[in-house]
């Protein structure tokens, strides 16, 4: 599953959809085009639409990858607590498997990740936006 076979170049979510933007505010996405498309030189699948939180961010951080912390020379502002944010399908997993994963915006995460990620999990892990 590659994730960008789609029509008219559009790639396809893990649902059977087009792929919707995960944010804009901040910026995400390998491209940085708000969406976490894909393509052959995204070598970290950043594939998952992800919602962070403290809890994840603190195992980010203590796995080797700060994404609380603004890098300016970088364009990266910091990401919070309720950003939404493109993760390496690699990290989700590693983050599920220790009991960490943060919650998956289902239409915004590429078909993609399903080279790492199991779509059950990903659905147990589904951001409800009204709860």
């Not at 910026?27 to 950043?46: I, K, L, N, V």
């Not at 796995?63 to 020379?73: F, I, M, V, Y």
């Not at 690699?90 to 199991?118: D, F, M, S």
């Amino acid at each position: 599953m590659d994730g960008y076979s789609g029509e008219n170049g559009r790639q396809r979510n893990v649902i059977g959809g087009f792929l919707a933007s995960c944010s804009e505010r901040p910026m995400t996405g390998f491209y940085r085009t708000g969406c976490c498309d894909t393509g052959p030189e995204d070598a970290g699948s950043h594939t998952v639409c992800a919602v962070m939180t403290a809890e994840f961010l603190e195992f980010s951080k203590a796995a080797g990858n700060d994404l609380s912390t603004p890098r300016p020379e970088y364009g990266f502002v910091g990401l919070n607590p309720g950003d939404r944010w493109c993760l390496c399908a690699g990290r989700w997993e590693q983050a599920r498997q220790a009991g960490k994963a943060p919650k998956v915006v289902l239409e915004a995460t590429n078909l993609a990740c399903l080279n790492i990620c199991q779509l059950e999990h990903l659905k147990a892990a589904a951001f409800d936006e009204n709860p």
